[in-house]
């Protein structure tokens, strides 16, 4: 539970620049890049896809070793998007239950590709879809504000569920020693990422409060520094 991980959501950021940008937040001191994808179908927004996705990969690294790209897919149909995404250099393809006709199928078709799979939890979804499906992921992520938008406010049900997915986790783990990532998306800021944190979260997205942080305070180390400190050591 030591290894906390920031993922900042280029959502946010400067969209004429985001070579720059991702290049920034990294030397700022993220750990992964989570990278949006909307249709205008599945969420209302149109974001980014493959395309962007292969342009971004060589600038995804610090100091000529590569860094995590953490695709969050609000798009349907999810079996068309995997490959060009596997080909794009995507290291792991998270996915919403309700987007996918076949959800056990879309895990096996991100791992075919040699991504990591996870499951995404909107603030309505039950987390009983992970029920059988527990072996075939390596992230679960709880939404904490309903997909499309960034800068939102955190939804607070989302802490009793993410506490209810760690249990799931660490149920699982004793059973099979394998580990799951527990991620949490929207509305994380410095004021609510302990909190997320104690009930069981170990990867925090964050949008507005990396790209949106003012350079007063800061810039993009200020707010990632801002937001590793607040976070719990045990
Ligand atoms: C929302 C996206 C989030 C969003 C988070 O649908 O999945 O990743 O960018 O932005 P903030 O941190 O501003 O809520
Ligand atoms: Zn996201």
């Known amino acids: 539970m030591q290894n906390y991980r920031i993922a900042p ?13 991702v290049q920034a937040v990294l030397r700022a001191g993220a750990d992964w890049i989570h990278f949006d994808v909307m ?20 600038h995804v690294a610090l100091d000529g070793k590569p860094a995590i790209i953490d695709v969050h897919l609000m ?12 080909r794009a250099g995507a290291d792991i393809v998270s996915f919403h239950p309700e987007a996918s006709q076949h959800v056990d199928r879309t895990l096996s078709l991100i791992h075919d590709e040699g991504m990591k799979a996870g499951l995404v ?22 939404m904490s504000v309903n997909p499309g938008f960034g800068g939102q406010s955190f939804i ?11 249990q799931r986790i660490e149920r699982y783990r004793e059973g099979s020693g394998r580990e799951i990532l527990l991620e ?14 104690q009930a069981g979260a ?14 007063a305070d800061g810039g993009y180390s200020g707010a990632i520094g801002a937001l590793r400190g607040a976070l719990p050591r045990h």
């Open 9 to 21: 959501s280029i959502l946010s950021a400067d969209f004429s620049r985001l070579g720059e940008e």
């Open 39 to 58: 249709d205008n179908h599945y969420v209302p927004n149109l974001t980014i896809g493959p395309l962007v996705c292969e342009a971004l990969r060589p």
């Open 75 to 86: 798009a349907t149909p999810v079996d068309r998007l995997v490959p060009d995404f596997a």
């Open 121 to 142: 939890f909107n603030p309505a979804t039950p987390l009983d879809y992970l029920d059988h499906v527990m072996d075939r992921l390596d992230v679960i992520l709880i």
């Open 156 to 166: 607070a049900s989302a802490l009793p569920k993410i506490a209810a997915a760690r």
């Open 184 to 197: 949490v998306d929207g509305g994380v800021k410095v004021d609510n990422i302990a909190a997320i944190a």
């Open 202 to 215: 170990c990867t925090f997205v964050a949008g507005s409060a990396v790209f949106g942080a003012p350079d």
